[in-house]
T-cell receptor, first 113, second 116 residues
Framework: KNQVEQSPQSLIILEGKNCTLQ??????????LRWYKQDTGRGPVSLTIMTFSENTKSNGRYTATLDADTKQSSLHITASQLSDSASYIC????????????FGKGTTLSVSS | EAGVAQSPRYKIIEKRQSVAFWCNPISGHATLYWYQQILGQGPKLLIQFQNNGVVDDSQLPKDRFSAERLKGVDSTLKIQPAKLEDSAVYLCASSGRPGQYSNTIYFGEGSWLTVV
C-alpha cells in the first residue's frame, strides 16, 4: 500500500534554531517527492520537488534531501523564523506524469520567540 | 501571474443541505484537482480533471459529491446532501504541464466547509 509517514507529528523550537523534519515513504513506482508548506488557513505552497536522481535541493533556508534507496527524505530548516510556523507536508508522486500524489499528514512546526 | 481562485472561502450549512464550490485554475493549466482536507490530516484527492475529462474520481463519494469542469477551465464541486463528516477544507489545485516529470502543482486558498 502506498503510504507517506512523517515525523514528528509536531515540533516546537525557538526562533533562530535549526530543525529537521522526516518523511518515510512506501510508494511504488516512485516519480518525485515534494515538500509543501501550509500556513494556517491557507493552501499548500510548494517548497521543493526532487526526482529520483536528485539527492538534495535548496530553497532559501529550506534544504530537502532524498535517499531513494532507503525511501527517506528530510526537510532541514536553518535559522528558523516566526513565519516558519506552519504545517509541512511531504508528498510523493506515484506516476510518471507526477500527478498521482500521496500526501503525508504533515508536521506542525511552531517557532516561538 | 494570478493564482488558483476559489470561492466561497467559508460556508456553514446544516446537514442535508447542499453546497457548491467554485474554482478557477491558473490560466492555461490543463490539469485541475479537488482535494478534501480534514483538520489535522493531509489532503485527499477527490477528483482530477485533464482539460474537461475525468482522470481519477475513485475516491469521490458519488452518492453525494459531484464535480464538473465545463469547457476545460473553471470547475464546480457540489455536495448534496451534506453530512457532518463533510466538514473540511476543499482545496482546488492546478498544474500546467501534464507528463512533465516534475510539474509544480499550485493550490488555491481553500473553501472551508462546516456542516452543523
Amino acid at each position: 500500500k502506498n503510504q507517506v509517514e512523517q515525523s514528528p507529528q509536531s515540533l516546537i523550537i525557538l526562533e533562530g534554531k535549526n530543525c529537521t523534519l522526516q518523511c518515510n515513504y512506501t510508494v511504488s513506482p516512485f516519480s518525485n517527492l515534494r515538500w509543501y508548506k501550509q500556513d494556517t488557513g491557507r493552501g499548500p505552497v510548494s517548497l521543493t520537488i526532487m526526482t529520483f536522481s536528485e539527492n538534495t535541493k535548496s530553497n532559501g533556508r529550506y534544504t530537502a534531501t532524498l535517499d531513494a534507496d532507503t525511501k527517506q527524505s528530510s526537510l532541514h530548516i536553518t535559522a528558523s523564523q516566526l513565519s516558519d510556523s506552519a504545517s509541512y507536508i511531504c508528498v510523493v508522486s506515484a506516476d510518471q506524469a507526477g500527478t498521482a500524489l500521496i500526501f503525508g499528514k504533515g508536521t506542525t512546526l511552531s517557532v516561538s520567540s | 501571474e494570478a493564482g488558483v481562485a476559489q470561492s466561497p472561502r467559508y460556508k456553514i450549512i446544516e446537514k442535508r443541505q447542499s453546497v457548491a464550490f467554485w474554482c478557477n485554475p491558473i490560466s492555461g493549466h490543463a490539469t485541475l484537482y479537488w482535494y478534501q482536507q480534514i483538520l489535522g490530516q493531509g489532503p485527499k484527492l477527490l477528483i482530477q480533471f485533464q482539460n474537461n475529462g475525468v482522470v481519477d474520481d475513485s475516491q469521490l463519494p458519488k452518492d453525494r459529491f459531484s464535480a464538473e469542469r465545463l469547457k476545460g477551465v473553471d470547475s464546480t464541486l457540489k455536495i448534496q446532501p451534506a453530512k457532518l463528516e463533510d466538514s473540511a477544507v476543499y482545496l482546488c489545485a492546478s498544474s500546467g504541464r501534464p507528463g512533465q516529470y516534475s510539474n509544480t502543482i499550485y493550490f488555491g486558498e481553500g473553501s472551508w466547509l462546516t456542516v452543523v
